[in-house]
């Protein structure tokens, strides 16, 4: 059972436009959402997060957008460079009866901007 | 700089003979995590310590064990490995667990089980 999905396996990009890259969960326990970005042969890094309290947070070139009601969440790169190729990974946590906030991931994004 | 640093990047093993990974940090992070990610799959959490409190994910197979004799290391032991554990085994380490201190991952280790 998939609760964090990333329907969109692949994006391209032209240098200069926005990226939009797509998140949906299931699980309406989640309260905090972050992305990922993955460069190949490395580890993922992160890049931005959003708590379920909000509905936007912007941190340079990168957006993220929640919508709660409809159980998504959206990544906005303006504007997009060739730099920003990479693979982008939605996670979703909520706490569990551990006290740990775990994390769940999407499968990922590949983006590719091209010049 | 801070890191988090996994050993080897490239592990080859035959089916049943065990294998360990291993991972270290200089970040002095209370919590370390072992990630299983499959070719085109969501990276699956496999268990976490916190400090030396050790939390086993429900579904990770017994066939994994892991160990982290101080801050600084932990190590994932796979004592019988089969096919299906084929994957990258990545390692993170956060300062806490609240989703508001980012995970910090390793490079990873690619496993291969012939």
């Known amino acids: 059972d998939q609760q964090v999905k990333q329907n969109s396996p692949s994006l391209s990009v032209q240098e200069g436009r926005i990226s939009i890259l797509n998140c949906d969960y299931t699980?309406?326990?989640?309260?905090?959402f972050l992305w990922y970005k993955k460069y190949p042969a490395e580890g993922p890094t992160f890049l931005i997060s959003?708590?379920?309290?909000?509905d936007k947070n912007e941190d340079g070139r990168f957006t993220v957008f929640l919508n709660k009601s409809a159980k998504h969440l959206s990544l906005h790169i303006v504007p997009s460079q060739p730099g920003d190729s990479a693979v982008y990974f939605c996670?979703?946590?909520?706490?569990?009866?551990?006290?740990?906030?775990?994390?769940?991931f999407g499968t990922g994004t590949r983006l590719l901007v091209s010049p | 700089d801070a890191m988090v640093i996994q050993n080897p990047r490239y592990q080859v093993t035959q089916f049943g003979k065990p294998v360990t990974l291993s991972c270290s940090q200089t970040?002095?992070?209370?919590?370390m995590y072992w990630y299983q990610q499959k070719s085109s799959q969501a990276p699956k959490l496999l268990f976490h310590?916190?400090?030396?409190?050790?939390?086993n994910e429900a579904d990770t197979p017994d066939n994994f064990q892991s160990r982290r004799p101080n801050t600084s290391f932990c190590f994932l032991d796979i004592r019988s490995p089969g096919l299906g554990d084929t994957a990258m085994y990545l390692c993170?380490?956060?300062?806490?667990?609240?989703?508001?201190?980012?995970?910090?991952f390793g490079n990873g280790t690619r496993l291969t089980v012939t």
């Open positions: 959003i708590s379920s309290i909000k």
């Open positions: 310590y916190y400090d030396k409190d050790f939390n």
């Open positions: 993170a380490t956060s300062s806490s667990l609240g989703p508001n201190s980012p995970l910090h």
């Open positions: 996670a979703a946590s909520a706490w569990g009866n551990t006290g740990f906030q775990k994390l769940v």
């Open positions: 699980n309406s326990m989640f309260d905090y």
């Open positions: 970040l002095n992070h209370n919590v």
